[in-house]
């Protein structure tokens, strides 16, 4: 498409819930990255996707949070039994190689 | 890791004044850097990038100056209009890994 697509744009969930969000990069581009940012502050990188190498995990925060991607397509990121603190946009991003992201408009989970 | 400052959290101009918005990065080894625009409920945007082999890059309206030896960014708005009010983060690329995020500076613009 021409843009990286996020859906829902807005989840409302209970506490102890699971979530999955979604992320549609633009064609082409081989890597894809999640973050997250809470209200007010800058972005918290979670996972990078690039091509068909492993990715990498390094910024998730907690065992309740995991992501997949397939091939160089859709990626889905799930937390497992929400928390209050979960709360926050999440936003993805995707690129070539070593050049700019291109974000979504991210979506905004809320946690109640 | 990558640790990005910026100076000031918040600056507040004039419509029509210049704006400068300044970034600190830690890691030397760090070649390509790029200006964000995230406006409110929207995710990031790609205004201007610079590899390291340039001190300075123009835009239209904004110009991106590189130092170094300091390694310092700052990010030069013209005539600053009241769409320029959204919050600006710079993110320098170290080899493969992914972008390093400081928590930003708002501008807002005052008319």
């Known amino acids: 498409g021409a843009g990286v697509s996020q859906s829902p744009s807005n989840k409302v969930t209970e506490k102890g819930k699971d979530v999955e969000l979604r992320c549609d990069p633009i064609?082409?581009?081989?890597?894809l990255y999640w973050y997250r940012q809470r209200l007010g502050q800058g972005l918290e990188f979670l996972i990078y996707?690039?091509?068909?190498?492993?990715?990498?995990k390094s910024g998730l925060p907690s065992d309740r949070f995991s992501a997949e991607r397939t091939g160089e397509s859709v990626s889905t990121l799930t937390i497992q039994r929400t928390q209050q603190e979960d709360s926050a946009v999440y936003l993805c991003a995707s690129s070539r190689l070593r050049e700019g992201y291109t974000f979504g408009s991210g979506t905004r989970l809320t946690v109640v | 890791g990558e640790s990005v400052g910026l100076h000031l959290p918040t600056l507040s101009v004039q419509e029509g004044d210049n704006s400068i918005i300044n970034c600190a990065y830690s890691n030397s080894a760090s070649d390509y850097f790029i200006w964000y625009k995230q406006e409110s409920g929207k995710g990031p945007q790609f205004i201007i990038d610079?590899?390291?082999?340039?001190d300075k890059r123009q835009g239209q309206r904004v110009t991106v100056l590189l130092n170094k030896t300091v390694k310092h960014l700052s990010l030069q708005i013209a005539a600053t209009q009241p769409g320029d009010s959204a919050v600006y983060f710079c993110?320098?690329?170290?080899?493969?890994?992914?972008?390093?995020f400081g928590k930003g500076t708002r501008l807002s613009v005052i008319a």
């Open positions: 610079i590899r390291s082999n340039m």
């Open positions: 064609s082409g581009h081989t890597a």
């Open positions: 993110a320098p690329f170290s080899g493969n890994t992914p972008l390093v």
């Open positions: 996707f690039q091509g068909n190498s492993a990715p990498d």
